[in-house]
């Protein structure tokens, strides 16, 4: 067998994810070497508190809580602590100090990725981070490497797991969303903090990031149009199943036709939204992700698998430290991560959907031709209406118009004028409808 | 924009899939320069006739008929040919000239992959073939490069579309087995020779490269064990329709536990077999392909997309490029194929998994045990079975058997014995049930 050179990594952080690539490093060593050509060291493991209990038993010689020290005698620094600072400081500390990074923040990247990608681009490191979106499922390199001679037209998927994996216990069990939520909670599928999970942020920060590197720009979590699964009850969720439809809260992104300026621009955008239960997203049950890819030549492609986990995130991040190891030893530059197509993002007004609205309306003649007419004047054309009586004796009836695509703006003004309608005694619900 | 050094690039062949690669480059240039860090020239296309009729227009001075002086000047040898010679020889003379292969070139790398990938060992360049499993689906690079600190277990799935397509029309317009096939090869999803398809040679053929690739060993096609759809008709498939399963051609890889000589093996395997139609995998319609892939830590993935086609095809070609150009940039040594896990692959009458007997009896008293005793007999045990009289005058009756586990070498003797036993009629199917 060959002599390997030695790469000494550093692991910046052992909770969950850590841990676990901590104990794979150490037991498939003889493999990763192999794959990398390179011996890989484990150098020392930043750690908060020397002492803290943890779930994976880690040698106690390889704590530190000196970052600086640990950083500076590294080829590969593995950043895994979350959050932005002091993980920010690090990382550029690491770039500039001549290593490769990988890493799995999400929200870092979203936030500070441009800083840190022209940093590594000034001394030809590389920065990995197929960790930091869908766990396990390779989508960063195929975005990045496989389709590299494709052009991408469009993403679109699930990407963050505890809102799928509430949505999916409200549609397949019937439980309100307090209910699911308390599940996920129990099951540690939702953090003490839910906000960034349930408001959408975490999958705000996964689309900037699959969009930024699709489409060649940049695109920061200000940049996305976000709305969370707070509105979605489970009314909503029953009314899509009988419909056949299942609301899911996606991430796409997408390339818009040019706007007036003549640029093509791009929108990026998270939020909860029908779509039939024939479509392979329907059948993404738990806490899943699945990603679909969209490219002129290659077509539609899907990844699919589990959407978190320690382990198999840890294997994300394994698969990159073995590229950056085969770089290190390489030498040449990392492959940076070109924004040279300096897209607009596009505002959410200007995107097409179709839309799914339900109404309820006074039981009395004329008031579907009142509705039908308001969204005439506002150039919302309707694909399906529904008018149903809930009870013989109520005198309140409901409306479920399926639109053609139209633009938010005016689906907006339409759901205005309903509102202050006064045949429309309430806008139940506006759904966008999404996967055709 | 930083000034890029100039790459030649070769290609070998001009079918569908390498127009569409000439015709990629040329209209994505300015993208591809960006994303490998090199201008990316078309030195020249290798055809057998220069005047031949195409359907992507090339440019006529680059075509030609002369290889070596083709493969002598290129940087990067794009093998689109197909077949074990010439394409053989032009690929070594490659190797040895310094260039990095890509290559789409299944039935090469099944049967001379190890001489390929040592004689690229040997000059430290790399051999990439992405486009020769699966078209545009990545399955190749996330196998060797997102999964390479993972260890991977299984991989599992629809590889071959051609007779997808067919097994898809039978199961879904209930046409026979030729009127299917008439069909597939009108839409141009059969070649002339449908041999290789129907057979099942090409699904074992990309088997053989999955395995190699995932278990870091050198299985070649003789190694593969495998069954075709020849002998599936439209009563199975009606059959299966009814019980609520569909038959795929699965291509199986998988780690088995050691054998007496107390070494691990592989088994590769491709053969119809039955799913359960809550199976993602029977999800998968007409000429598409999805892979399965199991890993420790990673879990299971699923990777979706298009089987077949030449711009899909092409685009997987052209990610193999850039990163062939980065490689040939940065200088150092491909990525090997590791074949240090020198694995035996395991027979087939190694393997265990579950089987569906369907017999034709005599519908007279004592048949079922005499059937269920004979399965006693060799160790096979029985998880559902199931008696029905096909009509009321009818002397015949059908038994529907569901095993457990059982190995090929028990099921074999079973069915011998079966076929011998005289309240037996006929034995009408054996059929492995997977995905479970």
């Known amino acids: 067998m060959t002599e390997h050179r030695t790469l000494r990594v550093a ?28 011996r890989l060291e484990l150098a020392g493991i930043l750690v908060r508190d020397i002492d803290a209990p943890r779930d994976v038993e880690l040698p106690r010689e390889l704590l530190t809580t000196d970052a600086e020290q640990l950083i500076l005698g590294a080829d590969i620094v593995i950043e895994l602590m979350g959050g932005i600072e002091p993980a920010r400081s690090y990382v550029l500390q690491a770039i500039r100090g001549g290593a490769d990074v990988v890493t799995g923040n999400k929200a870092l990247l979203a936030t500070h990725g441009a800083e840190i990608f022209e940093a590594a681009d000034q001394v030809g490191a590389s920065v990995s981070y197929e960790a930091a979106v869908a766990a396990a499922i390779p989508i960063i390199r195929p975005l990045r490497d496989s389709l590299a001679g494709d052009r991408i037209e469009r993403i679109f998927g699930i990407v963050n797991g505890s809102t799928n994996f509430i949505l999916d216990k409200m549609d397949r069990e019937g439980l309100d969303a307090a209910e699911a939520q308390r599940i996920a909670t129990e099951l ?40 969370g699964i707070e509105s979605v009850t489970a009314d909503m969720i029953e009314d899509a199943r009988r419909a056949g439809s299942v609301i899911k809260l996606l991430a796409i992104c997408e390339r818009i036709a040019a706007d007036d300026d003549g640029d093509d621009a791009v929108s990026v955008r998270v939020y909860p939204a029908l779509i039939s239960r024939e479509h392979p997203l329907a059948a993404v049950h738990g806490g899943n992700n699945a990603v679909f890819v969209e490219a002129e030549a290659a077509g539609p492609l899907m990844f699919y698998g589990a959407g978190a986990g320690g382990a198999q995130t840890a294997s994300a991040v394994l698969g990159d430290v073995v590229s950056a190891a085969r770089r290190h030893l390489a ?17 959410i007004a ?15 003649p004329g008031v579907l031709a009142a509705v039908a007419g308001v969204l005439g004047e506002q150039g919302v054309s ?13 005198a309140v009836a409901r409306i479920v118009i399926g639109t053609h695509r139209a633009s938010e703006k005016a689906l907006s ?20 409808m999404e996967g055709e």
Chains 1, 2 share one sequence.
């Not at 200007?350 to 009395?364: P, S």
């Not at 309707?382 to 109520?394: F, G, H, K, P």
């Open 11 to 38: 692991l910046l952080g052992a909770g969950s994810v850590g841990s676990q690539v901590a104990r794979l490093l150490r037991e498939h060593g003889d493999d990763l070497s192999e794959r990398s050509g390179a």
């Open 350 to 364: 200007r995107i097409t959907t179709r839309y799914q609205i339900t109404l309820e309306v006074a039981d009395q």
């Open 188 to 227: 540690g599928y939702l953090e003490a903090d839910p906000t960034l999970d349930l408001e959408g942020y975490d999958a705000a920060q996964k689309a900037a990031i699959l969009a930024s590197l699709a489409f060649h720009t940049r695109v920061s979590l200000d940049d996305v149009h976000r709305e």
């Open 331 to 347: 030498g040449g530059v990392g492959v940076g991560e070109s924004a040279r197509q300096n897209r607009s993002v596009a505002p």
């Open 413 to 432: 003004a339409t759901v205005a004028r309903l509102a202050a309608n006064p045949a429309v005694g309430r806008v139940v619900s506006v759904l966008r």
């Open 382 to 394: 309707i694909a399906t209406a529904l008018q149903t009586v809930e009870r013989e004796d109520s």
